[in-house]
């Protein structure tokens, strides 16, 4: 059975509380608007965060309904948002109106989370410019290798993509990164790149291009300050093993 296979029976099988019945029938504890509102974003499952996006279902089904029928035929989530807008509006239940919001919405995500990379987040919670680099790397069907410059108050000033390889590596070049840190007078980088095989674990080619940049830039006072792998998972800093 498929990964896809497994999806699609695990959201098929989940209890459907709202079967027969309007989501504002429902006990109110159990509305994914209300339990959203009393207990946050976390509690809610996939399904009812995609259905409050949705805001309403097919005809005959409520959101929540939709939702899982999304979900169990395109998903999981990560999968699912992984898709191009042009994919998204091809979807029975979400259409081009919702896959624009849809993108606009998974953006602006991209865009906050480099608005705290902007105030030096990068290094005051090393964990954001992990969570930055898998939203900008994440579900790439080539691996690609990025950067991100910081400034002397580990500030970002550019997130570029350096290189794109193939479906198993790709050809990092040290003297690029270099000459990409002068030209935006950076003070320090932050590395990453993905593993579309969704492994996690660094390769040792990883941990020799790691060493490589690190000793390039230090030639030239940049600091390197980690190197993530961005795969199925959170992502693996390798300056947390003690390899950069």
């Given at each position: 059975?498929?990964?896809?296979?497994?999806?699609?029976?695990?959201?098929?099988?989940?209890?459907?509380?709202?079967?027969?019945?309007?989501?504002?029938?429902?006990?109110?504890?159990?509305?994914?608007?209300?339990?959203?509102?009393?207990?946050?974003?976390?509690?809610?499952?996939?399904?009812?965060?995609?259905a409050l996006f949705l805001g309403s279902g097919l005809r005959g089904e409520d959101a929540v309904a939709t939702a899982r029928g999304i979900l169990g035929e395109h998903g999981?989530?990560?999968?699912l948002l992984e898709r191009t807008p042009a994919e998204l509006a091809k979807l029975k239940g979400i259409g081009p109106a919702r896959a624009c919001k849809l993108s606009a919405a998974l953006e602006l995500c991209s865009?906050?989370?480099?608005?705290g990379l902007a105030r030096g987040d990068a290094m005051s919670d090393p964990a954001a410019a992990g969570r930055y680099f898998g939203q900008r790397l994440r579900g790439r069907v080539s691996e690609v290798f990025a950067a991100l410059f910081l400034d002397s108050r580990h500030r970002a000033l550019a997130f570029e993509e350096l290189f794109t390889g193939t479906i198993d590596g790709t050809e990092v070049h040290p003297r690029e990164v270099v000459r990409r840190a002068l030209a935006h007078n950076a003070a320090?980088?932050?590395?990453?790149?993905?593993?579309?095989?969704?492994?996690?674990?660094?390769?040792?080619?990883?941990?020799?291009v790691t060493a490589s940049l690190k000793q390039?830039?230090?030639?030239?006072?940049?600091?390197?300050?980690?190197?993530?792998?961005?795969?199925?998972?959170?992502?693996v800093s390798l300056a947390a093993r003690g390899w950069v």
């Open positions: 059975m498929t990964f896809a296979d497994q999806s699609a029976q695990f959201y098929r099988h989940i209890p459907a509380i709202g079967d027969g019945m309007h989501i504002r029938d429902w006990p109110r504890d159990e509305r994914p608007r209300e339990k959203l509102i009393k207990q946050g974003a976390v509690a809610l499952s996939d399904a009812e965060l995609l999981p989530l990560r999968v865009r906050f989370m480099a608005a320090a980088v932050i590395v990453g790149h993905n593993h579309p095989s969704g492994h996690p674990e660094p390769s040792h080619a990883d941990r020799a390039a830039l230090t030639l030239v006072d940049v600091r390197l300050l980690d190197h993530f792998v961005i795969a199925d998972g959170p992502p």
